[in-house]
């Protein structure tokens, strides 16, 4: 059964840095992954998806890889906002499967 | 603007009761999709839906059942409420491969 980990679970940085979040799955027959946003009470957002062809996406200050021989993908945050404050949740597309999510929060 | 709407904000219903969990896309998406989500145990699948007339169980469909009569509404029916079934309950849809992937707002449902 596929499993999808996020390191860490929580994340507190001044505003200005860059960030990088993880993400590890098990099933290395993954097709293609996403990763969301949630904003407290609410539902998800798409923000990236690398489908199987691919090996990163961007858009804006957002980055994310897909790297299927370890099992990782990351999402790079340039020039972080407070805006960015969120939890931010991969899913392994196939499988349906998300991870826990890493609850990121900006400090001006 | 596209949208994933989902029936109720919050919902209280009764234990024994029979719940119906609508949820409408506007999109002509393929998939349909609903999840549950709890603290410290995420989002988990509850079942999803390819096509039309078709379901297919995810993680955790026990107590659940859905149907899809046309392509825009999937329903999410509890048979029997109870009360480890109070969650947030979130709908989602997509187009083939996963691309256009969109949440609805999210149901909480209390069973008391």
């Known amino acids: 059964k596929q499993e999808v980990t996020q390191i860490p679970a929580a994340l507190s940085v001044p505003e200005g840095e860059n960030l990088v979040l993880n993400c590890s799955f098990t099933?290395?027959?993954?097709?293609?992954l996403q990763w969301f946003r949630q904003d407290p009470g609410k539902g998800l957002t798409s923000l990236l998806l690398?489908?199987?062809?691919?090996r990163e996406q961007t858009s804006g200050r957002l980055n994310a890889s897909l790297d299927k021989s370890s099992g990782r993908s990351t999402l790079y945050i340039a020039a972080s906002q407070p805006g960015d404050s969120a939890t931010y949740l991969c899913?392994?597309?196939?499988?349906?499967?998300f991870g826990q999510g890493t609850r990121l929060t900006i400090n001006p | 603007d596209v949208k994933v709407t989902q029936s109720s904000r919050y919902l209280v219903k009764r234990t024994g009761e029979k719940v119906f969990l609508e949820c409408v896309q506007d999109?002509?998406?393929?998939?349909m999709f609903w999840y549950r989500q709890d603290p410290g145990l995420g989002l988990r699948l509850i079942y999803f839906?390819?096509?039309?007339?078709?379901?297919e169980k995810g993680d955790i469909p026990e107590g659940y059942s859905v149907s899809r009569e046309k392509k825009e509404r999937f329903s999410l029916i509890l048979e029997s409420a109870s009360t480890n079934q109070t969650s947030m309950y979130l709908c989602?849809?997509?187009?083939?491969?996963?691309?256009?992937?969109?949440f609805g707002s999210g149901t909480r449902l209390t069973v008391v």
């Open positions: 999109m002509d998406h393929e998939n």
């Open positions: 839906s390819y096509d039309v007339k078709m379901k």
């Open positions: 690398i489908q199987s062809s691919q």
């Open positions: 899913q392994g597309a196939q499988k349906l499967v």
């Open positions: 099933d290395s027959a993954i097709y293609n």
């Open positions: 989602a849809s997509s187009l083939e491969g996963a691309r256009g992937y969109t």
